[in-house]
């Protein structure tokens, strides 16, 4: 089993910047990959970035390419999403979600956190 915490969200003027934390904790979490969903009001639940567990590799979408960069501490257990230049239609629920090996493909992932509000405003 796997526990997924996110935290860092919150409201944001447009052009600003925001950090996300994942905390994860059990057995094995130190070998999953780890990635960032969003979801907005009416919409569906979409791939945002992705880290395999080394954190060699990474993945994004190109809604946010060059303006979000996902990392990781592996000593601790943590996974970071750092937006920076966010505008408007980044507005969503941010979900943190692990599985054993990376992909985008939201219905793979095996364990979810609750999710934490982002709001930018114009």
């Known amino acids: 089993q796997v526990q997924l915490v996110e935290s860092g969200g919150g409201l944001v003027q447009a052009g600003g910047s925001l950090r996300l934390s994942c905390a994860a904790s059990g057995r094995t979490s130190g070998t999953y990959a780890i990635a960032w969903f969003r979801q907005a009001p009416g919409k569906e639940r979409e791939f945002v970035t992705a880290?395999?567990?080394?954190?060699?590799?990474?993945r994004y979408a190109d809604s946010v390419k060059g303006r979000f960069t996902i990392s990781r501490d592996n000593a601790k257990n943590i996974v970071y999403l750092q937006m920076n230049s966010l505008k408007p239609e980044d507005t969503a629920v941010y979900y943190c979600a692990a599985r054993p090996v990376m992909s985008t493909v939201t219905a793979l992932y095996n364990y979810w956190g609750q999710g934490t509000q982002v709001t930018v405003s114009s």
């Open positions: 880290i395999t567990w080394s954190g060699g590799s990474t």
